[in-house]
């Protein structure tokens, strides 16, 4: 694994627009960045990335069969007692979810270790599944890159494959925040997957849903939703005023409530339990539980359902018998309660801290996106940065 400068292609925002790519630098910003990118060998991603994303996967789903039975573990993830009913009756009809994106730190040497699954919205699936293939092809042709260099990247015939799969009649809507163009953006991509799959789409902003009288979600022409994908979060549907309609609206959701127990950082600590000491996990634990003090005096305190590395605190020794906590980006996250897990910090190339996310299609291993920060905490801020295999 190595970071590999190279030279941006003189055109790449206007083809980044003329593909649909609008969020590439938002507010002025640097996001999409390919002034160098992640070189990797066929084993590292076969062996070091793929396949323990599988094995985790299956992990997963483990833990999804155990946590339904159990409202104590379900309490502890703070999904709300009225839906824990829902959540299970999710699992238990075999209602299939879609995707997901498991966050590494992988140095190519040591065995990758998981710092989260983003299994319910994860974002940057667009730049991943898409732009940079079309780097990739367009840095073979100009000779810029080996006509053999490949990539980690099936995920957009696999997310055709798996709408197909859904089993969806009907028209599918799909929706998020309106105001967000890198949410609608990836909305429109996810849509334009679905419709290749054959299924009808409708594109809205999930400020524009109502809810009949007979307590059906209703799009803005009042036809009743019968299967919604959206890229909104199970934790924050669960607290709205209409979250009350969800049990009993007919709606299929993907991804379905069952999610809301892998798509939370609590999934860190009952890993842990279930697999104690496997490679590819950190230790983590409940803050609170008192074998915590396993940790030592370097860990990190997540809460269970921050995004983008907000308020994320690094606990780490500044002298002997002294601890020093580093915040990270502040947030609204907190007050649902924190896991500790142990420190592993991200490795560094050329002075940034890459982290690799594996995307999942269907339980499926298909695709890496590597995101790039200046810190030891992924932050809304990073970048995204190509990758190809080329030995």
Same mark, same amino acid.
């Given at each position: 694994?190595?970071?590999?400068?190279?030279?941006?292609?003189?055109? $790449?925002?206007?083809?980044?627009?003329?593909?649909?790519?609008?969020?590439?630098?938002?507010? &002025?910003?640097?996001?999409?960045?390919?002034?160098?990118?992640?070189?990797?060998?066929?084993?590292? !991603?076969?062996?070091?990335?793929?396949?323990?994303?599988?094995?985790?996967?299956?992990?997963?789903?483990?833990?999804?069969?155990?946590?339904?039975?159990?409202?104590?573990?379900?309490?502890? +993830?703070?999904?709300?007692?009225?839906? $824990?009913?829902?959540?299970?009756?999710?699992?238990?009809?075999?209602?299939?979810?879609?995707?997901?994106?498991?966050?590494?730190?992988?140095?190519?040497?040591?065995?990758?270790?998981?710092?989260?699954?983003?299994?319910?919205?994860?974002?940057?699936?667009?730049?991943?599944?898409?732009?940079?293939?079309?780097?990739?092809?367009?840095?073979?042709?100009?000779?810029?890159?080996?006509?053999?260099?490949?990539?980690?990247?099936?995920?957009?015939?696999? +997310?055709?494959?798996?709408?197909?799969?859904?089993?969806?009649?009907?028209?599918?809507?799909?929706?998020?925040?309106?105001?967000? +163009?890198?949410?609608?953006?990836?909305?429109?991509?996810?849509?334009?997957?679905?419709?290749?799959? &054959? +299924?009808?789409?409708?594109?809205?902003?999930?400020?524009?849903?109502?809810?009949?009288?007979?307590?059906?979600?209703?799009?803005?022409?009042?036809?009743? !939703?019968?299967?919604?994908?959206?890229?909104?979060?199970?934790?924050?549907?669960?607290?709205?005023?209409?979250?009350?309609? !969800?049990?009993?609206?007919?709606?299929?959701? =993907?991804?379905?409530?069952?999610?809301?127990?892998?798509?939370?950082?609590?999934?860190?600590?009952?890993?842990?339990?279930?697999?104690?000491?496997?490679?590819?996990?950190?230790?983590?634990?409940?803050?609170?539980?008192?074998?915590?003090?396993?940790?030592?005096?370097?860990?990190?305190?997540?809460?269970?359902?921050?995004?983008?590395?907000?308020?994320?605190?690094? =606990?780490?020794?500044?002298?002997?018998?002294?601890?020093?906590?580093?915040?990270?980006?502040?947030?609204?996250?907190?007050?649902?309660?924190?896991?500790?897990?142990?420190?592993?910090?991200?490795?560094?190339?050329?002075?940034?801290?890459?982290?690799?996310?594996?995307?999942?299609?269907?339980?499926?291993? =298909?695709?890496?996106?590597?995101?790039?920060?200046?810190?030891?905490?992924?932050?809304?801020?990073?970048?995204?940065?190509?990758?190809?295999?080329?030995?």
């Amino acid at each position: 694994m190595r970071r590999q400068p190279s030279v941006p292609r003189a055109d $790449w925002r206007q083809t980044a627009e003329s593909h649909g790519f609008a969020f590439h630098s938002p507010g &002025g910003t640097v996001y999409w960045d390919e002034s160098h990118f992640y070189d990797f060998s066929l084993t590292e !991603i076969e062996v070091g990335l793929e396949a323990p994303a599988a094995e985790l996967d299956g992990m997963c789903l483990e833990i999804v069969r155990r946590a339904v039975k159990d409202g104590e573990t379900l309490g502890k +993830l703070g999904i709300p007692e009225p839906f $824990w009913d829902y959540v299970a009756r999710s699992w238990n009809r075999n209602e299939p979810a879609l995707y997901g994106r498991m966050d590494f730190a992988f140095d190519g040497a040591g065995p990758a270790k998981l710092y989260e699954y983003n299994a319910d919205t994860p974002t940057s699936l667009y730049e991943a599944s898409v732009f940079q293939w079309i780097w990739l092809e367009q840095m073979r042709a100009a000779g810029r890159l080996a006509p053999a260099a490949d990539q980690f990247n099936s995920l957009h015939e696999k +997310l055709v494959q798996r709408f197909a799969a859904l089993g969806m009649t009907g028209a599918l809507h799909l929706t998020a925040a309106g105001q967000s +163009l890198e949410d609608m953006g990836t909305i429109d991509y996810l849509a334009d997957c679905a419709r290749q799959a &054959g +299924l009808a789409t409708h594109v809205l902003g999930i400020e524009t849903i109502g809810v009949d009288n007979r307590g059906r979600f209703t799009d803005g022409d009042d036809h009743v !939703i019968g299967a919604l994908f959206k890229l909104y979060p199970w934790e924050w549907l669960l607290g709205e005023d209409f979250a009350r309609h !969800i049990p009993g609206s007919g709606c299929r959701f =993907v991804e379905p409530a069952w999610k809301t127990i892998l798509s939370n950082k609590g999934l860190m600590a009952l890993l842990w339990d279930a697999f104690p000491g496997h490679p590819n996990l950190l230790p983590a634990y409940f803050e609170g539980d008192s074998h915590a003090a396993e940790l030592g005096d370097r860990y990190v305190r997540k809460p269970l359902l921050s995004r983008e590395g907000a308020n994320v605190e690094i =606990v780490l020794p500044t002298r002997p018998g002294a601890l020093a906590k580093r915040a990270a980006s502040p947030g609204p996250y907190g007050a649902e309660g924190h896991i500790l897990q142990a420190w592993h910090p991200l490795p560094r190339f050329q002075g940034r801290r890459p982290v690799c996310g594996v995307w999942l299609v269907g339980g499926e291993a =298909v695709g890496l996106g590597m995101r790039e920060g200046d810190g030891d905490v992924t932050t809304d801020a990073a970048r995204f940065v190509p990758h190809a295999i080329t030995h």
